[in-house]
């Protein structure tokens, strides 16, 4: 059963940074390409990012390029997101996803919310 | 970027009725677009990709269709566990990009 559980959300300051992780399991992590899509409270679906097997490739939306970084570990099966200069647009539920272009499965989710 | 623009933003259905969801692009994507149902409090799960196919385990009542700009996703025989938010997503182009989502409830 393909698994995709994310981890290190929270309450932030605004200005600082956080990580989050996405770990995943049942299926041969390093064959595919993951993403990072986020989702502000009770609005729409926003790509953050892609990265490809063996992390040669990184894509972002534009408007996030200089803030967020993907990264991934084949050998911990777990995909990552540093977010660094964090602002309340920030705030949102952010999920992992496995891409085959289109996201074949998400995680759960996890909430990240930017407040002083 | 390409807009994606769905439309109803909300939908009110009975039971056993037929349900359409429209999404038009800003360019041609060609078939590069899928479908996703999100539930409340959880996340999306994928209907329909390259606009026709669909997913293993969805139900046969769900099926898309279209091409060059213009697609829908149909549900027929509506039942209560399809209440959901509907998005589509078009992978044709970077950054890839979502509709605004159709709330469809039931009436």
């Known amino acids: 059963e393909v698994k995709l559980v994310e981890s290190g959300g929270g309450l932030v300051q605004p200005g600082r940074s956080l990580k989050l992780s996405c770990a995943a399991s049942?299926?041969?992590?390093?064959?595919?390409?993951m993403g990072w899509v986020r989702q502000a409270p009770g609005k729409g679906l926003e790509w953050i990012g892609e990265?490809?097997?063996?992390?040669?490739?990184?894509n972002y939306t534009p408007s996030l390029k200089d803030k967020f970084t993907i990264s991934r570990d084949n050998a911990q099966n777990t995909l990552y997101l540093q977010m660094s200069k964090l602002g309340s647009e920030d705030t949102a539920i952010y999920y992992c996803?496995?891409?085959?272009?289109?996201?074949?499965?998400w995680g759960q989710g996890v909430m990240v919310t930017v407040s002083s | 970027d390409i807009r994606m623009t769905q439309s109803p933003a909300s939908l009110s259905a009975s039971l056993g009725e037929t349900v359409n969801i429209e999404c038009l692009a800003s360019?041609?994507?060609?078939?590069?677009l899928a479908w996703y149902q999100q539930k409340p409090g959880k996340s999306p799960q994928l209907l329909i990709y390259?606009?026709?196919s669909l997913q293993n385990g969805v139900p046969s009542r769900f099926s898309g269709s279209g091409s060059g700009t213009q697609y829908s996703l149909k549900i027929n025989s509506l039942q209560s566990e399809d209440v959901a938010t509907y998005f589509c997503?078009?992978?044709?182009?970077?950054?890839?990009?979502f509709g605004g989502g159709t709330k469809l409830e039931l009436k």
């Open positions: 996803a496995r891409i085959v272009p289109y996201f074949d499965y």
């Open positions: 049942g299926f041969s992590f390093n064959d595919y390409w």
């Open positions: 990265i490809n097997q063996d992390s040669s490739t990184i």
């Open positions: 360019e041609d994507i060609y078939s590069d």
């Open positions: 390259n606009a026709n």
């Open positions: 997503q078009q992978y044709n182009n970077y950054p890839p990009t």
